[in-house]
């Protein structure tokens, strides 16, 4: 270790001399001659350049001619980097995009979740909700399977959960964007990564100032202003500057608004970052038309407005036509103050339809992705489903044979209370070719607890729940001849399901099935019977331990155009406290519904252009114990 720790400073010192003597294209030179693969040493030698859009282009060019990936890399995310600074989006997404193809060509997971996360910030300064959240969450997947992380991977997290924060912001869920800014803090203070916590305390006083606290709001504004003057950031200045005068305003303190905001103007024209150079702009035209000084307002508001149009910053273009409207308002131009009124509600239209149909709890979870590892893996899983489907749909014959032998024992059994021999031959009939759709241990569970019923002599109940078991039967059977079904006959199915179930559990589960009313649930298509293995999983694993209070629940909506979420959520003893009695037992039985459900999904979402995801989350109570499993089954639409 100390070793390779005197190799690295050797280097950094190398480089440092050499960039005293070295410039421009000789650099370049050194990079590729020496193979240099440091990043930080590339960045030590060409600190004066990284802004040199000339250099950065000829670095990229003489690295591919040269097969040097650490030179492209590090030009195209330097380019990334200069284009989001001035807020030419499209420039900056495309040039990190490339990086983000070249990090996976080197393999190098480490760039690779940097440079997801600078997509994700670029496309949430564009108010891109859905494509931000993509990137961020990508990135806090990857971060987070890697074990033993180093200082590097833990500020991914950091930035991956700030940024998802910030995404819960934009949302107006407060609350939850104070947790994951929490989180995040985490990190940046085991770090002791200044720069990290100046932009957490930051990310609290939006946070708080959306909670209406604005005390609050200001205490963390100022601290974040505090650290941000120990490392001398003038950007860091600048969003602080703005954000307190904000809350001044909000305070009616129009005068010490007014003060913090023109003291931080001339560093934001330095800077020109125009996201930050327009939010200031419109902080100013706001602390000014609340001072009635009205002239000066309207020139900063325009100012703003200019910026905003000319670079896409859709959420300045909205605040600034809302504050020219008040300001023709008080100028009794009512003409005026309309039309910038009906601007403002249209561009806020045009940010906020896509978030509206973000549902939030999406975010923060890991994912449970299962691909297969290559073409000769599908072909022979392929194969084992074809085999599979063949066998099924020979045995549901026979099941539906035995359904019929069933009833009639059962007919015969409440009149005389007879035949009990002949209908504990039909439930003792093996079962283990149903396991590619329902498990026999269900199938014997549910059979067995309406026999005892017909023993008990309780015939309504026992009639009620054949009559459930057998339409639940049909929809089996039918589901095996179809490739897809509504979700509108699914929920009828899962409903039929879990009413089965409970029957052994005394009905003591409570189950609830929440769906968006917005949902269109008989055009939507879904693999049938695809909930299936994960709410037995919810219950014989969770729930069938548990004493009392036994739920589940499931929520059904739309995350965006493009995809629908399914959450199940049970209250039992979650993955570990299974896996532990799991362990303790002699013998396991292994389910094939998880696996095989991922089967038939991998083939189902072919027909999109999106894939599916399963995501296991562990739920905790307040003295973080182990307080049950939420599964989220995202699904393409379209």
Same mark, same amino acid.
């Not at 909205?318 to 020219?324: G, R, S």
């Not at 749909?393 to 026979?398: A, E, G, M, V």
């Not at 209908?423 to 079962?431: F, I, N």
């Given at each position: 270790m100390k070793t390779r720790m005197f190799v690295l400073f050797f280097l950094l010192l190398s480089a440092f001399t050499f960039s005293q003597k070295k410039e421009g294209t000789e650099q370049i030179t050194y990079f590729i001659k020496n193979n240099i693969s440091n990043q930080k040493i590339i960045d030590s030698i060409f600190l004066k350049n990284r802004k040199n859009e000339r250099l950065l282009r000829l670095l990229i060019k003489k690295s591919k001619e040269n097969s040097y990936l650490e030179g492209e890399f590090y030009g195209s995310n330097a380019l990334g980097r200069y284009y989001r600074d001035l807020s030419l989006f499209d420039n900056s997404i495309y040039e990190y995009k490339n990086a983000l193809l070249v990090s996976r060509k080197k393999k190098d997971t480490i760039s690779e979740i940097k440079t997801l996360n600078a997509i994700g910030s670029v496309y949430r300064r564009q108010d891109d909700i859905r494509n931000a959240l993509n990137y961020h969450q990508e990135a806090l997947d990857k971060a987070t399977t890697i074990k033993n992380p180093k200082i590097t991977t833990k500020k991914s997290i950091?930035?991956?959960?700030?940024?998802?924060?910030?995404?819960?912001?934009?949302?107006?869920?407060?609350?939850?964007?104070?947790?994951?800014?929490?989180?995040?803090?985490?990190?940046?203070?085991?770090?002791?990564?200044?720069?990290?916590?100046?932009?957490?305390?930051?990310?609290?006083?939006?946070?708080?100032?959306?909670?209406?606290?604005?005390?609050?709001a200001l205490k963390n504004y100022h601290k974040s202003l505090n650290y941000n003057t120990q490392i001398n950031s003038t950007i860091g200045k600048v969003i602080c500057g703005y954000n307190i005068a904000n809350v001044l305003i909000k305070q009616k303190k129009y005068n010490q608004a007014l003060k913090t905001v023109d003291t931080i103007l001339q560093l934001a024209i330095q800077e020109k970052d125009m996201f930050y150079l327009s939010s200031t702009y419109n902080t100013l035209g706001l602390a000014q038309l609340h001072s009635n000084k009205l002239q000066s307002a309207k020139k900063n508001l325009m100012a703003a407005l200019e910026i905003a149009k000319k670079f896409n910053i859709h959420s300045i273009i909205?605040?600034?036509?809302?504050?020219?409207s008040f300001l023709f308002a008080k100028r009794e131009d009512f003409k005026k103050a309309y039309s910038y009124y009906r601007k403002s509600k249209e561009e806020n239209v045009k940010t906020l339809n896509d978030k509206n149909l973000m549902y939030v709890g999406e975010l923060i979870t890991k994912y449970d992705k299962e691909r297969s590892e290559n073409q000769i893996n599908y072909l022979a899983k392929k194969n084992q489903i074809a085999?599979?489907?063949?066998?099924?749909?020979?045995?549901?014959?026979?099941i539906a044979l035995g359904l019929f032998t069933l009833i009639a024992v059962v007919i015969f059994s409440i009149g005389k209370q007879?035949?009990?021999?002949?209908?504990?031959?039909?439930?003792?009939?093996?079962?283990?070719?149903?396991?590619?759709?329902?498990?026999?241990?269900?199938?014997?569970?549910?059979?067995?607890?309406?026999?005892?019923?017909?023993?008990?002599?309780?015939?309504?109940?026992?009639?009620?729940?054949?009559?459930?078991?057998?339409?639940?039967?049909?929809?089996?059977?039918?589901?095996?001849?179809?490739?897809?079904?509504?979700?509108?006959?699914?929920?009828?199915?899962?409903k039929l399901y879990l009413s089965i179930e409970n029957i052994r559990f005394s009905n003591e589960i409570d189950f609830t099935i929440n769906t968006d009313a917005s949902l269109n649930l008989e055009k939507i298509k879904i693999p049938p019977l695809v909930l299936q293995p994960f709410l037995e999983n919810s219950i014989w694993h969770g729930l069938s331990t548990k004493e009392n209070n036994k739920k589940i629940n499931i929520n059904i909506g739309e995350i965006s155009s493009n995809y629908l979420l399914i959450e199940i959520e049970d209250n039992g003893i979650g993955r570990?406290?299974?896996?532990?009695?799991?362990? %303790?037992?002699?013998? $396991?039985?292994? /389910?094939?519904?998880?696996?095989?459900? *991922? #089967?038939?999904?991998? !083939?189902?979402? %072919?027909?999109?252009? $999106?894939?599916? /995801?399963?995501?296991?989350?562990?739920? *905790? #109570?307040?003295?973080? !114990?182990?307080?049950?499993?939420?599964?989220r089954i995202k699904l393409p639409l379209s």
């Open positions: 950091s930035i991956a959960q700030n940024s998802i924060g910030n995404i819960y912001l934009s949302l107006k869920q407060y609350e939850l964007a104070l947790k994951e800014f929490k989180k995040a803090m985490v990190f940046q203070k085991q770090l002791n990564h200044t720069r990290g916590i100046a932009i957490n305390y930051k990310c609290f006083g939006d946070a708080y100032e959306g909670l209406g606290d604005l005390d609050e909205v605040k600034a036509t809302e504050n020219l085999q599979l489907q063949i066998t099924k749909n020979r045995t549901l014959w026979i007879k035949g009990l021999e002949n209908e504990k031959r039909v439930l003792s009939l093996k079962q283990d070719a149903l396991r590619s759709q329902m498990n026999p241990h269900f199938m014997f569970n549910a059979l067995n607890s309406i026999k005892l019923y017909i023993i008990e002599n309780e015939q309504q109940k026992a009639t009620y729940y054949l009559n459930k078991f057998s339409k639940l039967m049909r929809k089996i059977l039918e589901a095996s001849a179809i490739q897809e079904t509504t979700l509108a006959e699914e929920i009828k199915t899962m570990k406290g299974a896996a532990i009695i799991k362990a %303790k037992k002699s013998i $396991n039985r292994t /389910s094939m519904g998880i696996n095989l459900t *991922k #089967d038939r999904l991998t !083939n189902f979402v %072919k027909q999109f252009n $999106n894939d599916y /995801s399963i995501i296991y989350e562990d739920l *905790k #109570d307040k003295k973080n !114990n182990d307080a049950g499993t939420k599964v």
